[in-house]
């Protein structure tokens, strides 16, 4: 099953033009290294997490924490020669981990300089459990703090649609990536990232589709729902400015691209990534270059891209 | 251009099954017309209104009040004998019309027997705005009711996201339809409509694209955008429910259908109205009859739709 959903999964990055990524793929090692071998097959660049989850989750889910660690050890040792795909420790989020194990995730990432990623604040009934479940730690961002998982290398994120003042001030002294997913926090009821309030706060934010909870891969689609999230609350709160187009575009290019080095720009000193976009399907034949820029992001899918480049490379 | 554009247009509808439609279309008769060709060419059933407006709007868009009426009564009379197109009077909304010309659209539509349709309570602004202007009338609704042009023939009245709960039970005592339209709502930064606060008072409510603003004419799509907007108001006020995907369907088939007629549905005494759903790259081989319409509803597109039907004919 995993030989044959993994090629498909990595089929669609490239038809909707995500040539690079940060996915967690499961606690299971063999399934992970197929997700790798896909990537690199489809010449896509990655940062692929092995999940970690030793609590709070289904049996046949739950690894030991000997296993975890081993075997999260093993897989960045595998990953090690990729030319692709990098290692990202992924301990799915806080309550699904002891304390004993992200002591170890964190000195793995430390030891070995390798970035984090996990979920933080999705919704009020999580933080409440996390508050429950770790008494000793200030706050949820702290919990990851603790364990050496929050800044200390590269850390993102996932969704933030709750995260307190102090925790705010906490992502932007930590330079740490808050992903909005604003399509993934709908479907499962979370609610919605204050997105204009944390760039104005100067915090990193970067944007994901995923594709655990959220029905598009495209990018193009999380750009258009991140803007229509933000002119709901502004509905609700005049105050909270709107995510402008021009943001939105931003944070998926440049901001995303950040995580991966000199990435998302064409400014000079940048790896030309670049997507070429002809929409087969113009109603009115003279668009402007941001007219057709804005046509891919509201209307636009696999079929309107006609190219792909990767570090300089048509792939 | 218009030549161009209707065809296109129509073809989109077509392409992403959607069968049945009501249309406004735009204050000129000569382009009406060639969507209403377009739409008969392509086999598709629609309600096409002739827009009227002769005030508060950009002086190349408005029309006297005479060559409004009298434009209408010939388009509606031209379109008699179309065998998919039938004509529904569409005045754009409140603001762009004045008392007369509503008093006489009134007129033409409960003289011929013609639907309605028209724009209601879609921003706080423009409610505001009617007050001014419709100083005499209760409230939006009843400027419209004040006109015959609310609840005497079929009528739809589009986004209804700021009804007063007076205007909730005169909708509902009326039979008028309202027409949530989720997209265009974010997109022009509205709001979002009440959608099941609507339904369990036991009104008609049905389910629109408007890609005047909306940016996704597959009704699939509102589908979805419904539901998480309803997931949305549920998170601000956990008693507001949220909308089924089951009812969102319902919405969507047989509410739509009603208006017009005994559409929308397989049962018996049903016109055989149907898309036959195939999703070309299922990433799991079985998948239930319901987790097909499911993928449909959040994934699909024009590629998954592989027969369309209408009135038993394939189209």
Redesign the interface.
Known sequence: ?LK??YP??VDALYQNGTLRSCIFATIHSESTHELVKALENKHLSAYVGKVNMNQNAPDKLIETTDASVSETIDFIEAIGESEYVKPIITPRFAPSCTSDLMHQLGRISNDRSIPIQTHLAETKREINWVKELFPDSKNYSYVYKDHQLYGEQKSLMAHTVYLSDEELEMAKNENVFLVHCP?SN??L????MPVTTCIDRGIQVGMGSDVGAG??IGMNHTI?CAI?CS??R???NPEER?LKESEAFYLTTKMNGRFFGKVGSFEEGYLFDALIIKDP?Y??DELTPLEQLQRFL??G?PDSIIGRYLEGCRI
């Open positions: 099953m044959k959903v498909r999964f399509n709908l479907n009821t979370s609610g919605v029905h598009k258009t229509q002119k709901m502004h509905v609700l709107i399907d109603l009115i509201y209307c899918g």
